[in-house]
């Protein structure tokens, strides 16, 4: 498998929406090949006698009986909210209106 390139890195940075110096993609990019040669040595060692699994342990069901108990009031929840606006927490706008 071939490295990862500074040029990869960059590209997965920008899609990340990640600021990173000249620096950090070098450092990155020798990370980022480590743990890629790490998972193709994964997928070296599986053979077709082993199942896929996605827990090495059996896994039980741990939920609890659904039975209804008292709750925060509205105003009890909006206590500690830095903003409210009409019985609601008021948040600042992440992402524009589409027209």
Do not use: W
Request: no cysteine; net charge negative; hydrophobic share 40%.
């Amino acid at each position: 498998m071939a490295a990862i390139s500074r040029e990869e890195v960059a590209h997965l940075a920008r899609l990340s929406r990640l600021a990173v110096t000249e620096e950090e993609l070098d450092r990155f990019a020798g990370q980022l090949d480590v743990i890629l040669q790490s998972v193709a040595r994964v997928g070296e060692v599986a053979a077709e006698d082993i199942p896929p699994t996605s827990h090495s342990v059996p896994l039980t069901n741990v939920y609890r009986e659904d039975v209804p108990t008292a709750s925060l009031t509205q105003d009890a929840a909006l206590s500690g909210a830095p903003d409210a606006y009409e019985s609601r927490f008021r948040v600042p706008r992440i992402l524009d209106e589409e027209d």
